[in-house]
T-cell receptor
Framework: DSGVTQTPKHLITATGQRVTLRCSPRSGDLSVYWYQQSLDQGLQFLIQYYNGEERAKGNILERFSAQQFPDLHSELNLSSLELGDSALYFC?????????????FGPGTRLLVL | AQKITQTQPGMFVQEKEAVTLDCTYDTSDQSYGLFWYKQPSSGEMIFLIYQGSYDEQNATEGRYSLNFQKARKSANLVISASQLGDSAMYFCAMREENSGGSNYKLTFGKGTLLTVNP
């Protein structure tokens, strides 16, 4: 158990819908990262937050957004969902989001868009 | 060009034997970190081992060791005394410290599926 929690574990929804994925980092970690794992794209970095502020952006679609709250949990919002958004979404956390730090991953949320 | 290359889509090993999973990387940064993660069929990503670019010794964690050859830009994972529970997908990843250190994302390879045979 990495100490990172993600809810829900599984999500099935329809095209055009909006969903919210939730992540709680390990105790003491200030930085949260979101990754998407799909069969065709592999594991890709989406976005990073540090202590409530966006720090870095990767291949995140405009239909997707995220935020980190004062209690440090983070949410990833996916809207106008398409079939191709079906993937495993991971949240990871690290202490400060810089330097020689390991990122610890949550169990992931498996999203299926029908 | 790919930043992380794992050339072995699949590997087979007999239980109790050692296996090496290959990883080569491409970066112009002087400071970077290399990671290996294990993803069993259940889907979670489990951190195994870390090697910093300035570390002179190869990293070891229990049955896992990292064969780090900086000049060749390779960071191979060695699993000794394989167990049935080692059957999983293994990912090599790199963290570069660039752009003033503002982006510490991990870049992953495509993974190697390891199967341990009894």
């Amino acid at each position: 158990d990495s100490g990172v929690t993600q809810t829900p574990k599984h999500l099935i929804t329809a095209t055009g819908q909006r969903v919210t994925l939730r992540c709680s980092p390990r105790s003491g970690d200030l930085s949260v990262y979101w990754y998407q794992q799909s069969l065709d794209q592999g594991l890709q970095f989406l976005i990073q937050y540090y202590n409530g502020e966006e720090r870095a952006k990767g291949n995140i679609l405009e239909r997707f957004s995220a935020q980190q709250f004062p209690d440090l949990h983070s949410e990833l919002n996916l809207s106008s969902l398409e079939l191709g958004d079906s993937a495993l979404y991971f949240c990871a956390s690290s202490v400060e989001g810089r330097g020689p730090e390991t990122q610890y991953f949550g169990p992931g949320t498996r999203l299926l868009v029908l | 060009a790919q930043k992380i290359t794992q050339t072995q889509p699949g590997m087979f090993v007999q239980e109790k034997e050692a296996v090496t999973l290959d990883c080569t990387y491409d970066t112009s940064d002087q400071s970077y970190g290399l990671f290996w993660y294990k993803q069993p069929s259940s889907g979670e990503m489990i951190f195994l081992i870390y090697q910093g670019s300035y570390d002179e010794q190869n990293a070891t964690e229990g049955r896992y060791s990292l064969n780090f050859q900086k000049a060749r830009k390779s960071a191979n994972l060695v699993i000794s005394a394989s167990q049935l529970g080692d059957s999983a997908m293994y990912f090599c990843a790199m963290r570069e410290e660039n752009s003033g250190g503002s982006n510490y994302k991990l870049t992953f390879g495509k993974g190697t599926l390891l199967t341990v045979n009894p």
